[in-house]
């Protein structure tokens, strides 16, 4: 049964789409906003919280890249994108530049309501804030419950994404893991055959790392295989 509380951004120009969209949201018993222009969407975006938002990316002004991109600094929120352009690039550069899922256009309201579901229910697993699953690798204490990585030095600051894959790696300290694998377990795509956004994110997650007082060496790159963390 789906919580009344939980709160959805949908933006998108196009009519029949937000009105469709927004019924199905509805239905299930979430609170659907809906705007058309991405300026409107950062407005809501900073007088709202938001648990998911849901972008169109051929947008009027700001496309939903650049608005996918603004929104990351205001909220770790998840983002399902929606369009009419379905080639892998477009996904890569969703993916690139934090985006969690991708949807493209036609699509079924199942389809569409089960993306939903997933990406909320992975949300809330990441901020439950239980204690108990942890992995110790490199200094690095790392709490799958609670979300969280810390050390001798502090905290690290993670995305959810970044969290995912230090997740990834630290699971498997001292092996190899491949980028296709990082794809698949960090972000639960599986049919991708482009890697380039993991290692984009690989950067990420090293200066945040270096940024919290810890070793950005800590994750080592094995050319042409993968990354693997130091135990």
Known sequence: MSDKQTRILVVDDEASITEFVGYALRKEGYTADVVDNG???LVMARQNQ???FVLD????GIDGYELCRRIRALSSAPVLFLSARDTELDKVVGLEIGGDDYLAK???????????RALLRRASQNESGSVGNTIVAGGIELNED????????????????????????????GKVVSREDLLRDAWGWEY????????????????????????PALVETVRGYGYRFKL
């Open 146 to 173: 609670a979300h969280t990585a810390t050390g001798d030095k502090g905290a690290i600051e993670l995305t959810p994404r970044e969290f995912e894959l230090l997740t990834a790696l630290m699971k498997n300290a």
């Open 192 to 215: 991708l055959t482009e890697t380039k956004t993991v290692d984009t994110h690989i950067k990420r997650l090293r200066d945040k790392i270096e940024a919290a007082g810890y070793d």
């Open 106 to 116: 036609p699509f079924g309201v199942r389809e569409f309501i089960a993306r939903v």
């Open 39 to 41: 300026e409107q969407a």
């Open 50 to 52: 938001y648990d998911l």
């Open 57 to 60: 990316i051929m947008l009027p």
